[in-house]
């Protein structure tokens, strides 16, 4: 079965701090992706990766930024939390770009 | 602008009854289409996945696609009270080899 973990499960930070979310997939997928996601809003991909180093904005990008120094790992920063990024944040992973993707359990992050 | 649509619902549906979801999507190349389920406050996961015209079933779920019409349709059979949830529709955009579209998702519940 496929694993995707993410740091945290809930997240309170305070407006200004950087915040690092984390997410690792145990299965040698090449494909990982951040999203948000908000009531009434859907999912949001922020970030994807498709390479080790590799990144490309998704539709939401502004006020985040991502690091993929391994394979399995993939992780979200915020450089300067604010109210507006309280949010869940779900990591996914999929082995190509046309295969399934499989999601993280979530980090709610509030930010006040 | 790629766009993947669904009613938000919610829809209610008898317990043992057929419940049928539906998501038009807007990118006629499009090959690859995903139905995932989320409980409230988990995070999305994998129903079927389908990639050729016609049904495809598995178990009490079917997937139905028409690319001419350019929907794809979900039906549950016997529904059950843990069936109730939302419903995302995805579409791999042809044109990216990276990015799912998502619906926003329709809201089913199973009434006992």
């Known amino acids: 079965d496929v694993k995707v973990t993410q740091s945290s499960r809930y997240l309170v930070k305070r407006t200004g701090e950087k915040v690092f979310l984390e997410c690792v997939q145990d299965m040698d997928h090449e494909n990982m992706f951040w999203y948000r996601q908000d009531p009434g809003l859907g999912l949001r991909l922020i970030y994807f990766s498709y390479d080790v180093k590799m990144k490309e904005k998704g539709d939401i990008p502004e006020g985040y930024s991502v690091s993929r120094e391994k394979k399995e790992r993939f992780s979200l920063i915020l450089e300067s939390a604010s109210t507006n990024q309280t949010s869940m944040y779900l990591c996914?992973?999929?082995?190509?770009?046309?295969?399934?993707?499989?999601f993280g359990p979530g980090t709610r992050l509030t930010v006040l | 602008q790629k766009e993947v649509e669904q009613n938000s619902g919610p829809l209610s549906v008898p317990e043992g009854a057929i419940a049928s979801l539906n998501c038009t999507y807007s990118?006629?190349?499009?090959?690859?289409f995903f139905w995932y389920r989320q409980y409230s406050g988990k995070s999305p996961e994998l129903i079927m996945s389908?990639?050729s015209n016609g049904d495809k079933e598995d178990g009490r779920f079917t997937a139905q696609l028409n690319k001419a019409s350019q929907y794809v349709s979900l039906l549950i059979r016997d529904s059950q009270p843990s069936d109730s949830a939302t419903y995302l529709c995805?579409?791999?955009?042809?044109?990216?080899?990276?990015?799912?579209?998502w619906g926003a998702g329709t809201k089913l519940i199973i009434k006992p």
């Open positions: 990118d006629r190349g499009s090959q690859s």
């Open positions: 995805a579409v791999v955009l042809m044109d990216s080899n990276y990015q799912l579209i």
């Open positions: 996914a992973s999929s082995r190509d770009g046309t295969d399934t993707q499989y």
């Open positions: 389908i990639y």
